[in-house]
């Protein structure tokens, strides 16, 4: 079953006034993965942000989505998009109560379910992440578990997709996804100035353990 999977980050001695350049610091990192020799430079830029206060049952009081195709040429969200301006812009009122989110988009490679009955294809595809800084306050102090920063990475089906007929060719797909992954924690880890990380599944089910016997079935 596809669960979902989540970075944590905590720094040391934390401050609500480090929050900003924490997230930028993080951004950056998944912007050059994301990148990773892909000509789209759409991958480097943030695609939304919101502002959430108190609880994540409270609406936003701060939303922005960004247009960064060939549209945005001549649009104003071309220059908002860019990590630094779009922290800046979401974080201009910093609340201890308030999680200030970011979305960001990578290429992954995902199964083409369409032909039934045919071999699966894979194709590169946008994907989707979310990237979290939360006030201390925030749902009642949920830091403490969430990390000062967290990682939204969707459901994990593109790490360890449950499908037993995988061949050699999901298999090199499923690992090339998998390095993408480590690369990214692994250079927040160098580059950000935490003190602990902690890569976890919604369901408590350990990632490294899936992944391992995801990879021992492929090989």
């Known amino acids: 079953m596809a669960d979902q999977l989540y970075l944590s980050l905590w720094y040391p001695n934390f401050r609500l006034e480090a929050l900003p350049a924490a997230l930028v610091g993080v951004l950056r990192q998944f912007a050059v993965i994301a990148k990773d020799g892909q000509a789209n430079s759409a991958l480097g830029r943030v695609a939304a942000a919101s502002v959430y206060p108190i609880d994540w049952t409270e609406s936003p009081t701060y939303q922005r989505i960004y ?33 200030y989110e970011f979305e960001m988009r990578w290429m992954l ?12 294809g894979w194709h590169l595809e946008p994907w989707r992440v979310k990237i979290t800084g ?20 969707g459901l994990d089906t593109p790490w360890v997709l449950e499908d037993e007929s995988l061949d050699e060719d999901a298999a090199e797909r499923i690992k090339h996804n998998v390095e993408k992954l480590l690369a990214f924690t692994l250079s927040v880890e160098k580059h950000c100035g ?26």
């Open 109 to 120: 490679w995902l199964p083409d379910t369409a032909g039934a009955g045919l071999d699966t």
């Open 67 to 99: 247009v960064n195709d060939e549209r945005a040429q001549t649009s104003e969200d071309t220059e908002g998009s860019i990590i630094e301006n779009a922290v800046a812009e979401a974080t201009e009122q910093l609340h201890d109560d308030m999680a």
């Open 134 to 153: 939360f006030g201390p306050q925030f749902d009642a102090g949920s830091f403490e578990q969430n990390g000062q920063i967290r990682v939204d990475f």
């Open 194 to 219: 935490i003190s602990s990380r902690l890569l976890w599944t919604e369901s408590g089910e350990p990632l490294a353990e899936k992944l391992i016997a995801r990879l021992q079935r492929l090989n």
